[in-house]
């Protein structure tokens, strides 16, 4: 069992009003900490102290138990220990402890914590840009420790203990070191809560997207990832009578949008020679990087690193294995990047997106108001297959 730790008991004296209640993009901020810890499967607990009679009635309707800290008074500490001794008591394996400040955290970057340092036994966080952010992961093995710690400094010196092997994730969310102590750092976490507007920008187009052609075989499967094969005869021919059938539905697109890898981009060049726009490469258009396991052959992937593999069948969305890859996830946040700035520049009403299944899957999902989990069993892009979405 995951715990989940919110910490709501303080006083908010920098803030000016009381911060769990506050609304971001519309939601009470404790509501964003309870929900986003609840999707990454962790069974939620709020530490309350200040007004906590303003937060018990809530707390039910919003899917999370309450942990009382009647010395929430001596400071952020004491809450800590109170929510630590709660899921000890519990048999938790490990816990995720979010201030409830911390209202920008993605629901993405808790499960890529627990995919990539759930296993691990060690302290675990995020990071963006360098910096550290939250949630801190912290596993079973410490938590004795920290209800008998005495040093100074609270969580950060007990963590401190341990500062050579504390795993640093890096993640593409700002979210995840953004707090809200005072006011002006609540105007620019709400200002990141906000819709950023691609729904609207995409309202009325019609978008084709579409997988690059076959590739040459190779002899058994292989981790494709960013590997940059070349097209198969088979392939060339696909995209042949692909550029043939775009060509008889006179798209009104201004661009044909292309990942630079390889595969994509010769496609593009065979598509285009029935279509003659201008081809723009787009590099978050690439496929998934999975690093060092790119180009290899699934068969020794599976023997040289048997429990990562596993590990990445068991979490595919969230499952990073090293710097050099990514997860669905942070493809589908640089695809959704991509695609905003690409609307933004482009009025067509026909958008022509040529590119990988894994980038398609995470558009489909995107112009559809869903996410990857989502997305992914759903939309099964062929090589050469064409799909249409009109938004």
């Not at 112009?367 to 989990?373: A, E, H, K, N, Q």
């Amino acid at each position: 069992m995951i715990g989940g730790i919110v910490l709501a008991a303080g006083y908010s004296s920098r803030m000016g009003d009381f911060k769990p209640l506050m609304p971001v993009a519309g939601v009470p901020a404790l509501k964003r900490c309870i929900d986003v810890l609840t999707a990454a499967g962790a069974e939620t607990a709020v530490v309350t102290g200040c007004r906590r009679e303003e937060l018990a009635p809530r707390l039910r309707e919003w899917g999370a138990c309450e942990i009382v800290n009647p010395d929430y008074a001596e400071g952020m500490f004491t809450s800590v220990l109170a929510g630590v001794r709660h899921f000890a008591e519990k048999g938790a394996e490990m816990i995720l402890l979010l201030p409830c400040d911390c209202a920008a955290v993605p629901k993405e970057a808790v499960r890529q914590l627990i995919a990539c340092a759930g296993d691990k036994g060690e302290y675990a966080l995020p990071t963006y840009e360098g910096r550290n952010g939250h949630p801190l992961l912290i596993p079973r093995r410490y938590f004795g420790e920290i209800l008998h710690f005495t040093g100074p400094g609270g969580l950060k010196g007990a963590r401190s203990l341990h500062e050579d092997t504390l795993l640093r994730l890096s993640m593409p969310w700002q979210g995840t070191v953004l707090d809200m102590d005072t006011p002006e750092d609540y105007a620019a976490l709400c200002a990141y809560a906000q819709d950023d507007g691609l729904a609207d920008l995409a309202a009325g187009r019609t978008f084709w997207l579409l997988r690059h052609g076959a590739t040459e075989l190779h002899s058994g499967k292989v981790v494709m990832g960013r590997y940059d094969a070349r097209l198969s005869e088979i392939g060339k021919s696909q995209m042949a009578e692909m550029g043939k059938r775009l060509a008889g539905e006179k798209l009104r697109a201004g661009v044909l949008y292309s990942s630079p890898l390889r595969r994509a981009r010769d496609s593009a060049e065979i598509v285009n020679r029935c279509l003659g726009l201008p081809i723009r490469e787009v590099e978050d258009f690439s496929e998934i990087s999975l690093g060092a396991w790119d180009g290899r052959l699934i068969e020794d992937v599976k023997k040289e690193w048997p429990s990562q593999y596993a590990r990445r069948g068991e979490y595919l969305m969230s499952y990073r294995f090293d710097e050099g890859s990514e997860s669905f996830y942070m493809v589908q946040a640089r695809v959704r990047r991509a695609l905003l700035e690409l609307l933004k520049d482009d009025p067509s009403p026909d958008i022509l997106i040529l590119t990988h299944a894994g980038v398609i899957k995470c558009l489909w999902g995107i112009l559809l108001g869903r996410d990857i989990d989502w997305a992914f069993p759903r939309c099964r892009p062929d090589k050469g297959e064409l799909t249409v979405l009109r938004v």
